[in-house]
């Protein structure tokens, strides 16, 4: 079962605070990231949860990365523990999205542990960024599409590709998926996180 929701960010809230720190306008963000006002005003009232490509497009449109959606900024540390209890929890569609340490990190890499329900997605569009990504499922079963060749993940198989290539996921089958996903080696600057968690879910 996902995390109680309780103890996850209130994303819609912390998108409308993004948006209003730089000014601009339901409807200016909606058409700098692609979206129709509707879909960007039920995000921020809560009513629905953007999947990981929609965070994506949203940072991309406000100059961010997708770990600004985690909480507001903090200083960055060379060492970093993080409690289970501690981790910072974004909810996407049809799953949950936790920080593992890679928000507050001064290094080029963010772990996160991704919580995905059955039927849910990455969303409906590509993801493309710099560096590398490693995936490892904990417990059911992850479809990942890497430039079109899809790569089935069990519990204990993994997948290390180059991010620059399109890349999606889904869960394809009937129970919860599990997995821990690593960014590393991007460009300076450069948040994929951020792109990750825009557009997970959406369909």
Known sequence: ?????????????????????????????????GMSPNALSQIERGNVSPSISTLNRLATALGVSITAFFEA??????????KAEQRTR????????????????????????????????????????????FVFCVRGTLEYNVEGTAYLLEPGDSL???????HRWRNPGSTVVN????????E?????????????GEE
Do not use: C, W
């Open 1 to 33: 079962m996902l995390k109680p929701p309780a103890a996850s960010i209130d994303v819609g809230q912390r998108l409308r605070a993004l948006r209003e720190e730089r000014r601009m306008t339901q409807r200016g963000l909606a058409r700098a990231s």
């Open 73 to 82: 900024d903090k200083t960055r540390l060379s060492v970093i523990h993080v």
């Open 90 to 133: 974004v909810p996407i569609t049809r799953g949950l999205v936790e920080g593992l340490g890679g928000e507050v990190f001064t290094g080029q890499v963010e772990p996160y542990f991704l919580t995905l329900e059955a039927g849910g997605n990455s969303g409906p569009h590509a993801v493309v960024h710099t560096g590398h990504e």
């Open 160 to 166: 290390l590709f180059a991010s620059h290539l399109r």
């Open 179 to 186: 997995a821990i996903i690593v960014l590393s080696d991007f």
């Open 188 to 200: 300076a600057g450069d948040r994929p996180q951020d792109r990750h968690l825009v557009s997970s």
